[in-house]
């Protein structure tokens, strides 16, 4: 049991006992003293942490309710004091069980995170503990069971449900091969896998980590609750003491005190930001903590990479440039089937193009492949290679748009495939969207070349580019940025450094914890960019939220002061009017947790 129940539990106790000794044996002065007892201590626990937080340079916003404790006590007003203990016992409670209840959706990826695999050994199956399974071992996944590492499959076809990873609701077929990330769930045929990565390094166990990071780093906002904390305390001060020179009565004090009460200031805002984070986590995002989502909210600037944020960081043929003398067909099917012995990127995109045009490829002879230049070798009989301009022909070639796979048959210059990386189609949408939420300076931040760089700028609606940046330009850029908070979007190890010195980044992560991950203050775990527009209006509608539910719980106790400083609220339903209060800032911080804002 934790000490804000121990504190509640004894709070009761006390009140049954005291109501006890008062009503039925007809011993107040022992209820009284029982009542004042329990609540000075508690007053000296509350002053103590409230000189704590003076030390750290703010004021704190419990000073009000050390103040009505010892003024119901010292004027007489134990039960109203008695229901002040209640209240805040009580309302640290409320507090926790609404944090949970807000949270249940953050917690979901840890309740089912895999924790055994079957491990085949020479012995049979047997069941060893996650942490247990290392890179190499061989593991049966049984039909409707999760994932446990991440790793390939070496027997068996299935198809895997990826949605909790990277937000497509297709099942995705797999076979002999296919790799098979950790946290998917199997369809109905079991299959045998190889891990290729340890559970701590693997997918699910990444996002996990992400999430109890968040869970980890408590709302920033709570400290600016304290920013209303002093003028509140005066007002309060103020009305108690006007109440008390009118009336000439000191209970008056009292009366005012108990309903000024800072819950509202105390609870309202973290509970508003854990609303926040549980929103974003249900929405596939994962921010690390209230700072962050306060940060993204008031950001200025937002810059982005380019290749897997802005566009799909996949290559495409686009186009096909084939010399009158040869056949478009045939060109693409020797390319194609030479490539298909490399594992280089475009060479696979190569590949890919020809299979989805139905081409068959052919075998090819003494092959032989250049670094970081391309490859050669004979089908059907023809000398055939593919790769950069200058290593495939000394001539003249044709220019294309983006990266050139050049082809030459017989020595004979046959044609060019042009490989672009495609702009994701939500990105110029997502864009606007940035726009109309304020954020005017948009940058793209890319190593990619002058060109290509202008042209996904001109289809997405930025005007502000910087091409050729290396990971220390990248940085520089970020350090120069006058406009803050800024907000840094990106995807891979390069983005990393620009990740970390922004006031907030943002990581496309669904294909992993990577570098980006780690160093960023929010990670998107769907292949979606639209998500960047959606973090940053879920981080405005919690900011929006929070202050609201802060200023309408200090509003309500000023209305209650006033009312109370004429008299016309006994101390004791003062001290009930609170939990009311309390209870109404409560459900409306907990607003921040619908999509529906």
């Not at 983005?495 to 990581?507: F, H, W």
Request: charged content about 20%; overall charge negative; glycine content about 8%.
């Amino acid at each position: 049991m934790n000490s804000d129940k121990i504190k509640l539990y004894g709070t009761l106790t006390i009140g049954a006992v005291a109501f006890v000794l008062e009503f039925l044996f007809k011993l107040p002065i022992y209820s009284q003293w029982i009542i004042s007892i329990l609540g000075l201590i508690l007053a000296l626990i509350m002053l103590i942490d409230m000189f704590k937080v003076l030390k750290n340079g703010d004021f704190g916003v419990d000073l009000l309710a050390i103040t009505a404790i010892v003024a119901t006590i010292v004027l007489g007003q134990y039960w109203a004091g008695w229901v002040i203990l209640l209240m805040l016992t009580g309302g640290d409670s409320l507090e926790e069980y609404a944090a949970n209840k807000a949270k249940s959706e953050l917690k979901s990826l840890l309740d089912n995170a895999p924790s055994f695999a079957h491990k085949i050994t020479s012995q049979g199956i047997q069941d060893v503990d996650i942490d247990d399974v290392q890179v190499g071992d061989k593991l049966l996944i049984r039909s409707k069971e999760q994932v446990p590492v991440d790793g390939a499959v070496y027997d068996g076809k299935s198809n895997v449900d990826e949605s909790s990873l990277t937000g497509e609701s297709v099942p995705v077929d797999i076979g002999v091969g296919s790799e098979v990330m950790s946290g998917s769930i199997n369809g109905e045929y079991p299959f045998k896998m190889e891990a290729k990565k340890i559970a701590a390094d693997s997918e699910y166990q990444a996002i996990v980590k992400l999430v109890k990071e968040s869970e980890s780093n408590p709302a920033h906002f709570v400290r600016l609750a304290d920013r209303y904390a002093l003028p509140f305390t005066i007002i309060a001060y103020v009305i108690a003491g006007l109440a008390w020179y009118l009336s000439k009565d000191p209970i008056r004090i009292a009366q005012v005190l108990v309903v000024a009460s800072p819950c509202p200031l105390i609870l309202a805002a973290p509970i508003a930001f854990v609303s926040g984070m549980s929103r974003t986590s249900r929405n596939g995002i994962i921010v690390k903590s209230g700072t962050a989502l306060e940060k993204i909210s008031s950001a200025k600037t937002i810059a982005f990479d380019k290749t897997g944020t802005i566009t799909k960081g996949k290559l495409v043929v686009d186009d096909a440039i084939i010399k009158p003398d040869f056949d478009e067909t045939t060109v693409l099917t020797y390319a194609a089937s030479l490539e298909e012995n490399s594992s280089h990127i475009m060479a696979q995109t190569v590949v890919n193009y020809a299979i989805e045009r139905g081409l068959k490829l052919k075998k090819a002879d003494k092959i032989k492949e250049y670094t970081a230049q391309g490859i050669v070798g004979f089908i059907d009989g023809h000398y055939v290679k593919v790769g950069q301009e200058k290593f495939v022909t000394e001539e003249e070639v044709d220019q294309v748009k983006g990266s050139g796979v050049y082809v030459s048959i017989d020595s004979k210059y046959a044609g060019v495939f042009s490989l672009l990386d495609q702009v994701r189609p939500e990105a110029a949408s997502t864009i606007q969207k940035l726009k109309d939420f304020g954020l005017k300076n948009i940058l793209l931040i890319t190593g990619d070349k002058k060109e290509t760089t202008a042209k996904v700028a001109s289809q997405v609606g930025i005007t502000q580019t910087y091409p050729e940046s290396l990971p220390n330009d990248k940085v520089k850029i970020i350090k120069g940025i006058k406009e803050h908070p800024t907000i840094m979007v990106g995807d891979g190890v390069n983005d990393a450094p620009a990740l970390a010195l922004a006031d907030a980044g943002i990581a496309m992560g669904y294909q992993g914890a990577n570098a980006a991950s780690e160093s960023a203050d929010a990670v998107i775990l769907q292949d979606d960019f639209g998500k960047v527009a959606q973090v940053v209006k879920i981080s405005r509608d919690t900011l929006k939220v929070a202050k609201e539910a802060v200023l309408i719980g200090i509003f309500i106790c000023i209305v209650l002061m006033v009312i109370a400083g004429f008299g016309l609220i006994p101390t004791i339903i003062g001290a009930l009017l609170q939990e009311v209060v309390d209870t109404v800032t409560i459900l409306y911080a907990l607003r921040a947790r619908s999509d529906r804002l």
